[in-house]
């Protein structure tokens, strides 16, 4: 296993980028950037034809940013952060040139729900949970600020970006977020049928269809992403931000 917690394999035309950074897959700039290299070599890969991101500790697939390292940092350290996350990410997978399908086999916060609302498909274990906790901790999910509402409905999304709960796979399949639920010992095997169904299909028809349907439904993401690392900058660096994130990592109540 890499140090960043991240490995890539290639089976039957399928690529597999898998989290293993126990015990939540907390994500730091380093493994944040070895998915994005992992997604940059499966576009390049002839041998690749469907991309699937899974986790290999158990019932979690990410925690969201190891917040750690949010503590005392400057705008700019933040900025490369959420450079990598927020804009590497999303230039990643629109070149990714192959489908990719999410495979959330348990809690998703934060910044995992960012690396599986990248995907075109989202498939869900049963036992999967869903949140977006940023707010509890002062700071913003400010990229969901750009998807959420199209996906829930503005009103659906606001409640659940500024409460902070969590949810589970069928409410989540219910607002559109997860295209299925299966068993949780089935995602695996249900990840790789579906992935195995658009690798059969033509490779330079999928190419171009892919390409044309980011084209019609993602003109205006590009922009909202960098708007996106503004706002969570902006917020993040305010004493009360600190606050909150220092009474998370110390397991405590914040003093708001």
Not at 23 to 29: E, I, Q
Not at 66 to 87: C, F, I, K, M, P
Request: charged share 20%; aromatic share 6%.
């Amino acid at each position: 296993m890499s140090e960043t917690g991240v490995s890539y394999s290639v089976s039957a035309g399928i690529a597999r980028i898998a989290l293993n950074r126990p015990p939540v897959n907390a994500l730091s700039l380093e493994t944040i950037r070895a998915i994005v290299a992992g997604l940059r070599h499966a576009a390049a890969d002839n041998d690749a034809r469907a991309v699937v991101l899974v986790s290999d500790v158990p019932r979690r697939f990410c925690a969201g940013l190891d917040l750690t390292l949010l503590l005392g940092r400057s705008g700019e350290e933040v900025r490369q952060l959420l450079q990598a996350l927020y804009v590497d990410l999303h230039d990643a997978q629109h070149e990714l040139g192959k489908p990719s399908i999410a495979a959330v086999n348990g809690a998703a916060r934060g910044g995992g729900m960012t690396l599986a609302i990248s995907c075109d498909v989202i498939l869900a274990g049963v036992g999967a949970s869903f949140g977006y906790p940023e707010i509890n901790i002062g700071v913003l999910p400010a990229i969901h600020f750009a998807h959420l509402p199209r996906i829930a409905g503005r009103h659906r999304a606001f409640e659940l970006l500024f409460s902070g709960r969590s949810f589970d796979a069928q409410e989540a399949h219910d607002l559109g977020l997860v295209g299925k639920i299966v068993p949780d010992a089935q995602l695996d095997v249900e990840a790789d049928r579906l992935a195995a169904q658009f690798a059969a299909k033509s490779p330079i028809v999928m190419g171009l269809g892919r390409a044309a349907f980011m084209r019609q439904n993602d003109a205006d993401y590009r922009r909202s992403v960098a708007s996106a690392v503004e706002d969570f900058c902006n917020v993040v660096t305010t004493e009360a931000a600190q606050e909150g994130i220092r009474a998370f990592v110390e397991k405590r109540r914040p003093n708001w």
